[in-house]
């Protein structure tokens, strides 16, 4: 089974392939004959580096377009009181006495550090489908911890979310 990704999701790829293949593949392809054109490939840095900036750029096109032929696309349509995907949420974290709030994404917009949590993590799997109110236990190691749902915000813009890198 692929990765889950929603139409917004597949928009995102399919607009970042098709730069890399008309914008970026042009420019590194550019970058790689004038480094051939300085002499000696043997000793040439540049050669090497516009080498591995194209290689990169291929493979980034390679490992997006396979993750959409083997996607599993999801609905981020929710009920309105129940937290689905693209839903920003306040969680009060019980141990800590302290409210933090996330968005649940789907995992290649997953960015714990900008609180973008995957809904394939612990948590984001935790969470899916509670309401305001709710105490839910969250799996970590042998025990785990507990959170309440303060607040669900049904978000209807990720214009800004970017795709993970591999």
Same mark, same amino acid.
């Given at each position: 089974?692929?990765?889950?990704?929603?139409?917004?999701? &597949?928009?995102? !790829?399919?607009?970042? !392939?098709?730069? %890399?293949?008309?914008? &970026?593949?042009?420019?590194?392809?550019?970058?790689?004959?004038?480094?051939?054109?300085?002499?000696?490939?043997?000793?040439? /840095?540049?050669?090497?580096?516009?080498?591995?900036?194209?290689?990169?750029?291929?493979?980034?096109?390679?490992?997006?377009? %396979?993750?959409?032929?083997?996607?599993?696309?999801?609905?981020?349509?929710?009920?309105?009181?129940? !937290?689905? !995907?693209?839903?920003?949420?306040?969680?009060? /974290?019980?141990?800590?006495?302290?409210?933090?709030?996330?968005?649940? &994404?789907?995992?290649?917009?997953?960015?714990?550090?900008?609180?973008?949590?995957?809904?394939?993590?612990?948590?984001?799997?935790?969470?899916?489908? $509670?309401? &305001?109110?709710?105490?839910?236990?969250?799996?970590?190691?042998?025990?785990?911890?507990?959170?309440?749902?303060?607040?669900?915000?049904?978000?209807?813009?990720?214009? $800004?979310?970017?795709?993970?890198?591999?």
């Amino acid at each position: 089974m692929g990765e889950q990704l929603t139409e917004s999701d &597949v928009k995102k !790829i399919k607009e970042e !392939i098709e730069y %890399r293949k008309i914008v &970026v593949r042009k420019k590194e392809l550019e970058a790689v004959k004038e480094a051939r054109a300085q002499g000696d490939l043997s000793e040439n /840095f540049e050669y090497k580096a516009a080498k591995q900036d194209k290689n990169r750029n291929e493979s980034r096109i390679r490992y997006l377009e %396979r993750m959409l032929k083997t996607a599993n696309i999801v609905s981020d349509d929710s009920k309105e009181d129940e !937290i689905g !995907i693209n839903n920003t949420v306040d969680l009060y /974290f019980e141990d800590d006495e302290e409210v933090e709030t996330y968005r649940i &994404v789907t995992s290649v917009r997953g960015n714990s550090l900008a609180g973008l949590i995957s809904i394939e993590s612990p948590l984001g799997k935790a969470v899916l489908g $509670h309401k &305001v109110g709710d105490r839910v236990k969250i799996p970590a190691g042998d025990d785990g911890y507990y959170v309440v749902v303060k607040r669900i915000d049904k978000t209807t813009d990720d214009s $800004h979310d970017t795709l993970r890198k591999y």
